[in-house]
């Protein structure tokens, strides 16, 4: 099993940065996944990253402006967010599955979320 803390979150105005990590114990070597949720909307996919690092999925909507890394060493995954617009204002989790998956079910351990608000 994989235990998942993120940190990072809070309070931006539109075209400023954030840095959310995500840090997970257990068993280790999993796919990475960031999703988010926003108030009245499902829960959907933002990026993925394998273990190796070697294979990266972004959605669409954050191409170019998000960018997911992963520190092994230190049981890390990073996801820095750029020119964060209003409408990336959610909760945002990660987990942890066997491969890059848009689809939440895939995904057998969760974090507990992390709030992103961006004002405009």
């Known amino acids: 099993q994989v235990q998942l803390v993120e940190s990072g979150g809070g309070l931006v105005q539109a075209g400023g940065s954030l840095r959310l990590s995500c840090a997970y114990s257990?068993?280790?070597?999993?796919?990475i996944g960031w999703f988010r949720q926003a108030p009245g909307k499902e829960r959907e996919f933002v990026v993925g990253?394998?273990?190796?690092?070697?294979?990266?999925q972004y959605a669409d909507s954050v191409k170019d402006r998000f960018t997911i890394s992963r520190d092994n060493a230190n049981n890390t995954v990073y996801l820095q967010m750029s020119s964060l617009k209003p409408e990336d204002t959610a909760v945002y989790y990660c987990?942890?599955?066997?491969?890059?998956?848009?689809?939440?079910?895939?995904?057998?351990?969760w974090g507990q979320g992390t709030q992103v608000t961006v004002s405009s």
């Open positions: 990253i394998t273990w190796s690092g070697g294979w990266k």
């Open positions: 987990a942890a599955g066997p491969g890059i998956s848009l689809s939440a079910s895939s995904y057998d351990a």
């Open positions: 257990g068993r280790t070597s999993r796919t």
